[in-house]
């Protein structure tokens, strides 16, 4: 069986934000599944998704402040015209990438007992952001 859908997350803050249940809940299909995979994909150039710390929030904004130091908007880009927080966007994306693909048993993404589905918003107002969710499997 494949499926595919576009999934909305609602516009957040800059920052690292867990979005596991905000994926899950628009995914009741994934119940169905006994052996698959799920791969999502976000549609943007300024946002990233990566695995990590479900529990502890002080690591996603650790890890915020780790990207604003590495990543500084006071450098001399060339890509400035919509905004100084754009192309570090567009650095902290391609670093961290865009897409998981994640391993579904019994119904369930099978996950690290500390792991969660991060959503990096690199912009200030980074908007409502889409997710291309494809699901394979039996």
């Known amino acids: ?64 402040q780790h990207f604003l130091r590495q990543v500084p908007e006071s450098a001399p880009y060339e890509h400035d015209y919509e905004g100084a927080d754009d192309m570090p966007a567009h650095i902290k994306s391609s670093l961290l990438g865009v897409s998981l693909l994640l391993p579904v048993s019994r119904g369930r993404l099978v996950l690290g007992t500390w792991q969660g589905i991060w959503l990096g918003e690199h912009r ?15």
């Open 1 to 64: 069986m494949w499926q595919q859908q576009t999934l909305s997350l609602g516009a957040k803050a800059r920052g690292f934000h867990l979005v596991t249940d905000e994926i899950l809940e628009q995914l009741p299909v994934l119940r169905d599944i006994n052996t698959g995979l799920l791969h999502l994909l976000l549609q943007h150039t300024s946002a990233s998704l990566t695995l990590n710390e479900n529990c502890d929030p002080t690591v996603r904004s650790d890890m915020e």
């Open 124 to 138: 200030v107002r980074g908007g409502s952001r889409r997710i291309v969710a494809t699901l394979q499997g039996e």
